[in-house]
Nanobody, 123 residues
Framework: QVQLVESGGGSAQAGGSLRLSCVAS????????VGWFRQAPGKEREGVAI???????HYAESMKGRFTISQDNANNILYLQMNSLRPDDTGIYYC?????????????????WGQGTQVTVSS
């Protein structure tokens, strides 16, 4: 049974940094593509960054150069390092997974989801 548990959210000032973690169980990163999505108040869920089962990464345009997705394969932990945070980065951040290779940022393709962690960026 796949389980994803996020942590690391919180509050930050604009220009600051946060690192999110997602502990994954019931899967291995070489067989699942995993990523981060977020949902701001009143908006649809959007893709942030994906890491494929082959270790390739893909980012939404507005996150390029500011966010970095990485994996700790030994401990089955997915990370999202967020730098140069902006107020519009505020939202609930979710970890998600699907079996097989993908670099898609389309949330409907992902079968497994964590409970989310809140990120609030103030100006």
């Amino acid at each position: 049974q796949v389980q994803l548990v996020e942590s690391g959210g919180g509050s930050a000032q604009a220009g600051g940094s946060l690192r999110l973690s997602c502990v994954a169980s019931g899967l291995t990163f070489d067989r699942y593509s995993v990523g981060w999505f977020r949902q701001a108040p009143g908006k649809e869920r959007e893709g942030v960054a994906i890491m494929s089962s082959a270790g390739q990464s893909h980012y939404a345009e507005s996150m390029k150069g500011r966010f970095t997705i990485s994996q700790d394969n030994a401990n089955n932990i997915l990370y999202l390092q967020m730098n140069s945070l902006r107020p519009d980065d505020t939202g609930i951040y979710y970890c998600a997974a699907l079996q097989g290779w993908s670099l898609s940022l389309t949330s409907s393709l992902y079968d497994y989801w964590g409970q989310g962690t809140q990120v609030t960026v103030s100006s």
